[in-house]
């Protein structure tokens, strides 16, 4: 279960933590509205926090000075209890617009991960949804811990601190708002660099979360691979063992953990203690009041216990952030904008110049290829597995963008037109058709198909979609990548939407390869002519058959187009192509 590490990229945490800031005023008044009152409600409850202790030494003040004065105490004491039941009422109500706002910058993300992953998978045929997945459910705890954490606790706590140890110098010796203060960054400092030395094994935990995440999505979509071969213990066994590194990281974690708090807890005791010790000795020694004496101690755990949660949420930051680093870089590598503009009408025809292309770290590919396949025309690519007839069908559909050369589909240079607009000049159909875990109806009408329910039913059942007397019921799941069918039934399902497209160019990748020869004959003659005139068709095939009848054959060849003509002049003047026919490729 190998793990692929994006969080090595080189942004920095408090970069992640600014971009997050940006995103969220970005999000729309709705979530900055939600921003403002949250740090409304925030900063009365840290107002109420700075008034309690205060309220309290007065109130102790008062019971000692004046006994009789019953109004002012109960007074006092009601300021004292109201800051103290208020503030927490406040914080806790401050969770209802935080938590909305989390929620939508937790969507906003996702879904511009979503955006930025699927067409990053599609052009590179190497998807990683079990990681993908793992990265976006973790992310709203990710996003609780620094935005609700980090970011939005952190300011009041400081702003809080702040005037508290203004309330402390202003009422008793200033050595006692230094003494805290110290006391305070002394913890804070401690806690800081727990969350440096944490961080390496928060990443090394987020790796094994992601590895199993990754692991479960594998063997999950493999079931029938490891039922059907016996080795369901094995790879259960694996799964466990990635179960037992992410439990090993997370114990390292913790380990790290109880060291911080080890150095924070003895700071923080020292300093409380020494507050302690001293004040003590001015109220014997009648420098302080008892009241005086409450207030400091009130002020030093109030801000200790608040500062102990930053401690704790400086300490899951670093998985927090390296998370979010993840989907953010999930988001920048592949989004983009979407080409508006007339949708293009008629056969185009396809020339490729020069073109080369090479799958990242491999020697393979396809090499320095030129053709041109006429508007309106059925052309069919061939060769011996692995040849790069799907490379070369991907590039000409402009899947994979080739390293040299050009593609042009009519008058338009393909890498002009954004990726996500490409269907509309050249739809290509893979290799490996999957369908979304709907309905028949939601699959067959999928877009951009405009083929009509009614045509629809009227071409399966041509098509014998079903055995005579079973009835078509579109509202029928497929299941999962569409497994409660048939490989005969996904390629016609497929090919039925596929006869509702209107695109110049359609690139179909061995399409037809699991329907019996009468179903793809009917199949491919039903399609050629609802296509004449508006769509050029290329089909990947190891069908002789569909060479004989296409108007142009590309003989691929170790990555190379070997040759390009009709089959019988081919088969005359390539030894190479009259060899793959006379082996039986078929
Ligand atoms: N995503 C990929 N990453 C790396 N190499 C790849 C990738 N996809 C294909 N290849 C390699 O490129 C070469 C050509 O593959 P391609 O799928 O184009 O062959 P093909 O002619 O369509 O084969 P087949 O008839 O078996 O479908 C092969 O050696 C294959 O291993």
């Known amino acids: 279960m190998a793990a692929t590490n994006p969080s090595c990229n080189d942004t920095s945490d408090p970069a992640v933590v600014w971009a997050l800031v940006r995103r969220l005023f970005a999000l729309g008044p709705g979530v900055r509205r939600d921003l403002l009152w949250g740090l409304f409600l925030e900063g009365v409850a840290v107002a109420l926090g700075v008034i309690g202790p205060f309220a309290l030494k007065s109130l102790i003040d008062a019971l000692s000075r004046s006994p009789g004065a019953s109004s002012l105490v109960l007074g006092l004491g009601l300021v004292f209890v109201g800051a103290w039941a208020g503030g927490g009422i406040l914080s806790t109500w401050r969770l209802v617009p935080s938590t909305r706002v989390i929620d939508t910058l937790s969507a906003d993300l996702a879904a511009a991960a979503l955006a930025g992953e699927l067409p990053r998978v599609a052009a590179s045929r190497d998807g990683d949804s079990g990681r993908t997945l793992g990265l976006i459910e973790r992310l709203p705890f990710s996003l609780l811990i620094v935005v609700d954490g980090l970011i939005w606790r952190s300011l009041p706590l400081a702003l809080q601190i702040a005037a508290s140890l203004w309330v402390i110098a202003g009422v008793i010796p200033a050595s006692y708002a230094i003494g805290l203060f110290l006391t305070l960054a002394g913890y804070a400092v401690l806690s800081w660099w727990g969350a440096v030395r944490h961080r390496p094994h928060a990443s090394l935990a987020n790796l094994a979360a992601t590895a199993v995440s990754q692991g479960l999505g594998d063997v999950l979509r493999n079931a029938r691979r490891i039922v059907l071969n016996g080795t369901l213990s094995a790879e259960v066994g694996g799964i466990r063992a990635g179960i037992g590194q992410k439990a090993l990281a997370n114990q390292k974690m913790t380990g790290s953990l109880v ?255 699991a329907l019996d020869p009468a179903s793809e004959a009917r199949i491919l003659s039903d399609l050629r002519q609802s296509f004449e005139g508006r769509t050029t068709l290329v089909m990947v095939t190891h069908r002789l058959r569909l060479a004989q009848t296409a108007d142009h054959v590309l003989f691929m060849k170790g990555g190379r187009l070997e040759a390009f003509g009709r089959h019988l002049d081919l088969v005359e003047s390539v030894p190479a192509y009259a060899q793959l026919w006379a082996q039986g490729a078929e």
């Not at 037109?417 to 058709?433: C, E, K, M, N, T």
């Not at 939601?442 to 041509?462: I, K, W």
Request: some cysteine; charged content about 15%; proline content about 4%.
């Open 259 to 513: 060291h911080t708090a080890l150095a924070q807890y003895g700071w923080l005791g020292m300093g409380l203690v020494g507050l302690l010790v001293a004040g003590a000795g001015d109220v014997w020694a009648g420098r302080l009041s008892v009241g005086d004496f409450i207030m400091l101690e009130t002020y030093a755990l109030r801000l200790a216990l608040p500062l102990s949660g930053i401690g704790f949420l400086l300490s899951q930051s670093a998985g927090a952030i390296a998370n979010i680093r993840d989907v953010l870089t999930l988001r920048r590598s592949g989004a983009g904008t979407v080409e508006a503009g007339p949708v293009p009408s008629g056969a185009a025809g396809i020339e490729l110049r020069d073109v080369s292309f090479r799958y990242a770290d491999t020697t393979a590919g396809v090499e320095d290829v030129s053709v041109r396949i006429p508007a309106g025309a059925f052309a069919v690519i061939v060769g011996p597995n692995g040849s790069g007839k799907s490379t070369l069908a991907q590039i000409m559909a402009g899947v994979f963008a080739p390293s040299q050369g050009q593609v042009r589909i009519g008058e338009v240079d393909l890498a002009e037109v954004d990726a996500g607009a490409r269907y509309r000049h050249v739809l290509y159909v893979p290799q490996f058709i999957t369908f979304l875990n709907r309905t028949l109806r939601d699959n067959a009408l999928y877009p951009p198909t405009t083929t009509t329910e009614a045509d629809l039913v009227a071409l399966l059942a041509q098509w014998c979609f079903y055995e005579a007397g079973r009835k078509l019921d579109l509202a029928t799941p497929v299941g999962e990548l569409g497994e409660r069918l048939s490989g005969g039934q996904i390629q016609k399902l497929e090919l039925a939407r596929v006869a509702g497209i209107k695109v110049p160019v359609l690139i179909l990748d061995e399409s037809t390869s």
